[in-house]
């Protein structure tokens, strides 16, 4: 059993390889992972992207979308064999609330030096470690938003949630430079209730 089969059969709500869109998909070269603390306001803007982007959207190739909540270096597996990483993440800034930045590569370790929770230390790491031994994808992105409000709370700011629609459409926008199509995801019906 491959690594990518072992991570579905061990975690199936971390892993999603074929959606039934594109049967026989091989498993994804790209990694998405959305990190935040989702009862830390808008410190979880980056778990309500990935979320949404899982609910709304198939891709083809195939693209591993993964809840990585406040994880750090225990993602490192999940590095392996990739070509691409795209991390959508809370960011300190003093820009506005809602603002969003790209950034690439190295780039991204000199950006999560001023710490909006403590998981940017383990990203950080994550991101060294990976380079150290190895298993770092060629190419990484850092979607970080500008967060308005960081407190014991459940759910986004306003201000972020009416952002989340730019958010994902830059996403979209990172995943189709990568050659990544998108199209949205058929709609599900609930079960009925008797």
Not at 11 to 40: C, H, K
Not at 73 to 101: F, K, M, N, V, Y
Not at 177 to 194: F, L, M, V
């Amino acid at each position: 059993m491959r690594d990518a089969e072992l991570l579905s059969a061990a975690a199936p709500d971390r892993a999603r390889y074929d959606d039934g869109l594109w049967p026989g998909a091989e498993p994804a070269s790209t990694l998405l992972v959305g990190l935040g603390n989702l009862i830390f306001g808008d410190e979880g803007v980056g778990v309500h992207a990935m979320r949404r982007l899982e609910a709304d959207y198939a891709f083809a190739p195939a693209l591993e979308l993964v809840d990585g909540g406040t994880s750090g270096l225990d993602l490192l597996p999940l590095l392996h064999g990739r070509e691409r990483l795209l991390l959508i993440d809370a960011l300190a800034s003093d820009a506005p609330p809602g603002t969003i930045r790209i950034i690439r590569n190295r780039a991204i370790r000199a950006a999560l030096t001023e710490k909006v929770s403590l998981h940017h230390l383990g990203i950080a790491d994550l991101l060294a470690l990976a380079e150290l031994v190895g298993c770092a994808p060629p190419e990484i992105v850092l979607i970080g938003i500008v967060p308005e409000r960081l407190e014991m709370q459940l759910g986004l700011s306003d201000r972020l949630r009416e952002r989340l629609p730019a958010i994902i459409a830059t996403a979209l926008a990172v995943l189709g430079k990568w050659g990544i199509e998108s199209r949205p995801a058929p709609a599900q019906t609930a079960p009925e209730i008797a």
